[in-house]
C-alpha cells in the first residue's frame, strides 16, 4: 500500500474508500443472517480501523491526516457548540433502548471504528490527495463524495427517500468537517462528533413521519452548512489558498 500510497495518493485513498464499503456492507448482511446487530461489523470495523491506523502510525503520518491537537482559535470555531447540537439529533424525539445491551454495545462500538475509518479515508486521505492541485474542487469532491457513501444503506434496506435525504445531510455534514479539518489541522474534533452521531442513533425514537424527517434533514443541511460559513468568514484561510491556487 505504500507504494501506491507514495505513487498516487488519490489512487491509494480510492481504494481504502472502496474496500471500506464493500467490507461494511458484507459484514452488515452477514450479521443480519446471524440475527444479532453488528455481530460480524464489530470485529471487521475493529480491524480496518487496526490497518489504517497501523499504516499511518508505521509511516509517521499522525499529523499529515490531522491526528493531532487542534490548532484553531476556538473562539473563531464558536467553541464546537454547533458541533454538539449536530450530534444531539438523534435524541431529539426522546431517548429508548431499541435493542439488548449486547446488541446496543456491538452497535456503538462499531459506530465508534466508523467515525474513525470514514473521516480519515474522507476527510484525510482523499481531501489530503486532492488539496494538492485545487483547494476549492478538494473541498466539493470530498464533502459529495461522502455524501454519495451513504447511498449504499439502500442496499442495507433502508427507504430511499429517507437515504436520499441522508445523503443531502451528510454531504453539508462533510463539508462542514472538511473544513475543520483544513483549517484546524486536526480531524479529532470531527471523529469524535462522527462517532458520537452514529453511536446515538441506536437509542432514537423513529418518528416514521416524513414531514419530521424532511425537517431533521433541512436542520443537519442549515447548520452545518451557517457553520461553516461562519469558519469561512473568520478565518481566511481558505480564501487565500484559493487566490494562490487561482494564480
Same mark, same amino acid.
Given at each position: 500500500?505504500?507504494? @501506491? ?14 474496500? +471500506? ?17 453488528? /455481530? ?27 491526528? $493531532? ?15 454538539? @447540537? ?34 480519515? /479515508? ?20 470530498? #464533502?459529495?463524495?461522502? *455524501? ?13 427517500? #429517507?437515504?436520499?435525504?441522508?445523503? $443531502?445531510?451528510?454531504?453539508?455534514? *462533510?463539508? @462542514?468537517?472538511?473544513? /475543520?479539518? +483544513?483549517? *484546524?489541522? #486536526?480531524? !479529532?474534533?470531527?471523529? /469524535? ?6 453511536? !446515538? ?11 419530521? *424527517? ?5 436542520? !443537519? ?16 484561510? @481558505? ?9
Amino acid at each position: 500500500m505504500y507504494r @501506491l500510497y507514495k505513487k498516487n495518493e488519490l489512487s491509494f485513498s480510492l481504494v481504502w474508500i472502496i474496500a +471500506y464499503v464493500v467490507s461494511l456492507s458484507i459484514a452488515d448482511n452477514l450479521s443480519a443472517s446471524f440475527g444479532t446487530l453488528k /455481530i460480524i461489523t464489530a470485529p471487521v470495523s475493529i480491524i480496518f480501523t487496526l490497518l489504517i491506523l497501523g499504516f499511518i502510525n508505521q509511516h509517521n503520518l499522525w499529523e499529515q491526516y490531522g491526528l $493531532c491537537s487542534f490548532q484553531g482559535d476556538l473562539k473563531k470555531y464558536l467553541y464546537f457548540i454547533p458541533l454538539i @447540537l449536530i450530534t444531539s439529533v438523534n435524541l431529539w424525539n426522546g431517548i429508548t433502548m431499541n435493542t439488548s445491551i449486547t446488541e446496543t454495545a456491538l452497535f456503538i462500538l462499531s459506530m465508534i471504528c466508523v467515525g474513525v475509518i470514514e473521516e480519515i /479515508i474522507f476527510r484525510g486521505f482523499l481531501f489530503k490527495a486532492m488539496c494538492k492541485d485545487n483547494i476549492k474542487s478538494a473541498v466539493f469532491i470530498s #464533502s459529495i463524495t461522502f *455524501g454519495m457513501g451513504h447511498i449504499v444503506n439502500l442496499l442495507n434496506g433502508k427507504a430511499v427517500i #429517507s437515504t436520499l435525504l441522508q445523503i $443531502c445531510y451528510a454531504a453539508a455534514i *462533510g463539508f @462542514l468537517f472538511t473544513l /475543520i479539518f +483544513y483549517k *484546524g489541522k #486536526s480531524i !479529532l474534533p470531527c471523529i /469524535i462528533t462522527h462517532a458520537a452521531i452514529n453511536s !446515538l442513533s441506536i437509542f432514537a425514537v423513529h418518528n416514521a413521519s416524513l414531514q419530521s *424527517g424532511v425537517i431533521t434533514a433541512v436542520i !443537519l443541511c442549515i447548520v452545518p452548512i451557517a457553520y461553516a460559513l461562519w469558519i469561512l468568514r473568520k478565518t481566511k484561510r @481558505l480564501d487565500k489558498e484559493e487566490n494562490r491556487d487561482g494564480q
